[in-house]
């Protein structure tokens, strides 16, 4: 506020005060100020929104292309041995446990069926998500446990019998494919006094064997496990 005095005729005084307001924002005079003394509320930046995590039909999706190895010691397969998720091929999948590792990870471990050709397998497998670029992706997979899903309608097709391999003495298992279909025999034997898994194609109308003199040695006993179509 300030005061104004004007000066008329002798002996006449007139007195006025006039407002001055500023702007509570800059303090300029409110006439001067570039939004009249209402300057606009400052913007605050906003947190960056994380990507919500996968849904189980997404995680399904993202396992596609991805490889697992058989994690049993005692496997039916050869070390070098990976089964490739192809699309389509998952069903059955089902959460067993989640597991947040900081802001920018998490695992899934899950159950599930695989199909891989006319046999399928069981499994658990570890999904490990990193967030790339705000998009959860699989960084990679690991399999907890694969086992041959047997349905037991093709057992009677293979007829199995020990019989010396024709090297002096020594015994192989013998498995024969009286069918016309290609199948798939695992199992267990005893051979050169060792316990040992096999799996082994064997071709329509053909015979296979395990064990003998250049596989293990001498088989006494067997134990067939799965017969399933190739």
Known sequence: MFGLTLLLPAGV??????AVRKCPTCGMLVQYC???????????????????KPSLAKMQKDMVGHTIADPSSNSYHPSDWKLTIRNNSISGFSVIERKDNGRN?????????IAEGNHAYMSKIQLHYKLVYNEWKIDYIVADKLD??????????IKAYIDQDGWGGTYCLFLENRSEITLIVGGDMFAGGERRRFSTVVDPHAT???GGLF?????????????IRK
Request: a positive charge; hydrophobic letters at 35%; zero cysteines.
């Open 148 to 157: 041959v899903i047997t349905t037991h309608e093709y057992d009677n097709l």
């Open 105 to 113: 990870r998490f695992m899934v471990r899950a159950s599930m069926k």
């Open 34 to 52: 570039q939004y009249r003394g209402r300057h606009p509320k400052p913007q605050t930046a906003s947190p960056q929104t994380i990507a919500a």
């Open 215 to 227: 596989g293990g040695g001498s088989v006494t006993e067997y134990k067939i496990n799965f017969v």
């Open 208 to 210: 296979s064997s395990v």
């Open 13 to 18: 005084t007139i007195s006025a005060q006039i």
